[in-house]
Structure formats: C-alpha cells, structure tokens
C-alpha cells in the first residue's frame, strides 16, 4: 500500500524522529524512499544579505553560500541514504534549490508512483505555540495524497 515513501527532511530533530517511522514502514511494505531536501533560496539570502563582502558581488557571494549549503546537505542526505540502505530499503536521494513547500508539492505532483508523504510535524524553527510548522501544514492541506505526520 505505501511502496513508495516521500521522505521530506531539513534534518531537523523532528525529521530524524520522521526517519524512524519510513524505516518502520518496512513492515507495512514499504520498499523505496525518496529523500529529499530543499535548500531554502531565502536561507541563501539571509546568510548572504547579512554580510558586507567587499571584491565579490552579491550574487558571487550567494553562489558560495549555496555551495556550502549544498555540500553540507549532500553530505547529510548521504548519510541518511546509508541508514536506510541498511534496514534494506531501496533509497534514493535528491536536493534542490526553491522554496520549501513548493518544490515538495512539486515533486509530490509530478512522480506519480509516490504512495505516502512522510513528514515532521515540525522542523528547525519548532516554535513551541505552533500546532504545525508552515512546510508541514501547506503540505498536508495542499497534497492529494496521504500523509503521515510524526510530531515532535
Ligand atoms: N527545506 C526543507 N526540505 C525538505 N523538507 C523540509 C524542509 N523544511 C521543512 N521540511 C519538512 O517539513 C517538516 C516541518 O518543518 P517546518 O519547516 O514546517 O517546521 P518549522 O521549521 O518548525 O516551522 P517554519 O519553517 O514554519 O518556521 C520537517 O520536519 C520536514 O519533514
Ligand atoms: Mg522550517
């Protein structure tokens, strides 16, 4: 029934509580993840907006911050793949550039094989008065499909 896993993360306390319910799902015969993570285009700004770069334009700068971004990202998307390979899952990985809850509804609307979204409840902001972060809840109102949500 959920093949297929849409595993969203910012890698965040409560998506690496996210992690160990897809592996569960094994059991419910779960076989494949996508692991997928954005880099948020108003992070790359607000890092890069911050900062007086003297010899190097805005946009040099911004392309830096990405950079980093990116490799610290891969590295953590890596990891993650190695943990889901050894609980036998077919797993693979993705990272792009945008805003957050679109580039999820995006891929959500276009791999019409993805059986299941699973997602925290929250994520790096986690403010303590919010029922859901603002990712989670466009995801659940906007997506046709179903949703597991792991609260925090
Ligand atoms: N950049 C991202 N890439 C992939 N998944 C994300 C990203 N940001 C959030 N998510 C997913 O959405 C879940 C909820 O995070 P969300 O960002 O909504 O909460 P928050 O950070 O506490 O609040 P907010 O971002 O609204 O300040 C995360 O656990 C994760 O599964
Ligand atoms: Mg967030």
Redesign the pocket.
């Known amino acids: 029934m959920f093949t297929r896993i849409l595993?969203?993360?910012?890698f965040?306390d409560?998506?690496e509580k996210?992690l160990e319910y897809v592996k569960k799902l094994k059991e419910a015969g779960t076989s494949e993840v996508i692991v997928?993570?954005?880099?948020?285009e108003r992070d790359i700004r607000t890092v890069s907006g911050s900062i007086v770069w003297l010899g190097e334009t805005a946009e040099e700068y911004e392309e830096q911050v990405f950079s980093e971004m990116a490799t610290s990202a891969g590295e953590q998307l890596s990891a993650i793949k190695e943990e889901l390979v050894d609980a036998g899952m077919k797993t693979s990985v993705r990272l792009v550039r945008g805003i957050?809850?679109k580039?999820?509804l995006r891929i959500d609307e276009t791999d019409e094989d993805i059986s299941l979204i699973?997602?925290?409840?929250?994520?790096?902001?986690?403010?303590k008065e919010?029922l859901?972060?603002?990712?989670?809840?466009?995801?659940i109102r906007k997506s046709k499909r179903p949703v597991l949500v792991?609260k925090r």
Do not use: R, W
């Open positions: 595993y969203p993360t910012d965040s409560c998506s996210a997928f993570h954005v880099i948020d957050p809850f580039e999820i699973v997602i925290g409840s929250h994520g790096k902001s986690n403010v919010m859901l972060g603002s990712v989670s809840e466009k995801v792991v």
